[in-house]
């Protein structure tokens, strides 16, 4: 089976930034021990070409003009170009839909984000002003629904994606959560021993990451907690932001208790929640974030608004705790709560193994690309998913209980 990927993933030389390029950069040598299998990257500084987990990669530079209107115009062309030179059996598509729609071949996209809505929540598009920012995320949500109903085979990593987008009910669609890097699946040490109260974020510092609204969740709960710690992992591309951030640090005399720790590599990241108690997440808007999924892998409970994809993710008292929506104070009270609980960290850690192993999501996702080359791909009820498929969407997406 002759595979083409497309989708990010970090130029020559750079590390490995954000979920869905982790997402690749795990599936590449899963797959690629099993199919002749490809990545295309468009969006990149230039044009090249290279070898990933043997897994040849090709970038596609990026043409003018903002994304937002570029990668399902310019960019689209130069993929579908790109995949006509090497005639693949399947596309397989990780992110956005727009990217594949003038690619003829039989194909399937895993929807990470809901793009339009991550458009008014990131820095992208600040320079349009408000009224054209919007109007480019309506184009963006139309573009999007019409490549989804094109494609028509969807790899679902969440059920909060049919709430979203329930048009992909119409269509073929597969539960395939996404996979954990195998950094993340080592055997726990000293689980049962205590740690020391020892706060994490993992995200792009950001206002979709809503970085700043953690800070003050934070700072306040060490009010009360002066043994509290905090390590922040993440790039940024926003400097204004990020001198915000480390401007209320400062105004809070909390420079020596939070760090900034930057973009690192699945080993460390690992390694640097083994030393954490809870991971803190506060943004207005995420899917199926692989931040929590990485933390649970590692036995570390999770505070996170009860909402998106997120409340599939959190079983309270289990594995995390859901963040409140608004009140400062009963989200630092919760933090601290997340701190003192017993965690029962070999649980965690086993039912997020058992749920993610990039072996198992390897195999689903290869029969998914049979099931639509061959026309074997589930098919929905008018009343939404066929109910197996519904029990094993939710299966996937709570792993073992």
């Excluded at 290279?50 to 994304?67: A, D, E, M």
């Excluded at 105004?251 to 640097?272: K, M, P, Q, W």
């Excluded at 192993?357 to 390897?362: D, E, R, T, V």
Aim: glycine share 8%.
């Amino acid at each position: 089976m002759k595979i083409v990927m497309v989708g990010p993933y970090p130029e020559p030389g750079e590390q490995v930034s954000g979920g869905v390029e982790r997402v690749i950069d795990t599936l590449l040598p899963e797959l690629g021990r099993q199919v002749d299998l490809t990545l295309i990257v468009p969006g990149a500084q230039r044009d090249a070409e290279t070898v990933n987990h043997g897994v040849r990669t090709i970038y596609l530079k990026r043409g003018p003009g903002p994304g937002a209107a570029r990668y399902w115009t310019f960019d689209a062309r130069r993929v579908a170009r790109a995949v006509e030179s090497i005639r693949p059996d399947l596309v397989h598509l990780q992110g956005l839909a727009g990217l594949g729609r003038l690619i003829s071949l039989p194909r399937i996209l895993t929807v990470h984000g809901i793009a339009h809505r991550d458009l008014l929540l990131t820095s992208r598009g600040n320079r349009w002003g408000p009224l054209a920012r919007h109007g480019m995320a309506h184009v963006m949500r139309t573009v999007e629904t019409r490549a989804r109903r094109r494609i028509g085979n969807v790899i679902v990593i969440n059920p909060y994606v049919h709430e979203v987008f329930p048009d992909i009910a119409n269509g073929h669609h597969f539960a395939i959560p996404n996979p954990l890097d195998a950094a993340f699946m080592e055997p726990l040490r000293n689980e049962a021993q205590p740690r020391e109260p020892h706060i994490i974020s993992i995200g792009h510092i950001s206002p979709h990451k809503n970085t700043l609204g953690i800070l003050r969740i934070v700072a306040a709960a060490m009010q009360a907690n002066t043994s509290a710690r905090m390590s922040i992992y993440g790039g940024s591309a926003n400097a204004e932001y990020s001198q915000a951030c480390r401007d209320f640090i400062r105004e809070e005399r909390l420079d020596d208790r939070i760090v900034f720790a930057g973009n690192v590599a699945s080993s460390e990241l690992a390694r640097a929640l083994d030393q954490s108690s809870c991971l803190i997440m506060a943004s207005p808007q995420e899917n199926a974030p692989m931040a929590i999924a990485e933390a649970h892998a590692r036995g570390v409970a999770v505070v996170a608004p009860e909402a998106f994809g997120i409340k599939y993710m959190i079983a309270p008292g289990r594995n995390g705790f859901f963040l409140p929506a608004s009140d400062l104070h009963a989200q630092a009270a919760v933090l601290q709560n997340a701190l003192d609980h017993d965690w029962r960290r070999a649980a965690i850690a086993h039912d997020a193994w058992q749920t993610y192993a990039p072996g198992l999501i390897a195999e689903r996702t290869i029969a998914a690309y049979r099931a639509v080359l061959t026309g074997d791909a589930p098919i929905a009820t008018p009343q939404g998913l066929a109910p197996r498929h519904k029990r094993d969407l939710e299966r996937s997406a709570h792993g073992p209980v």
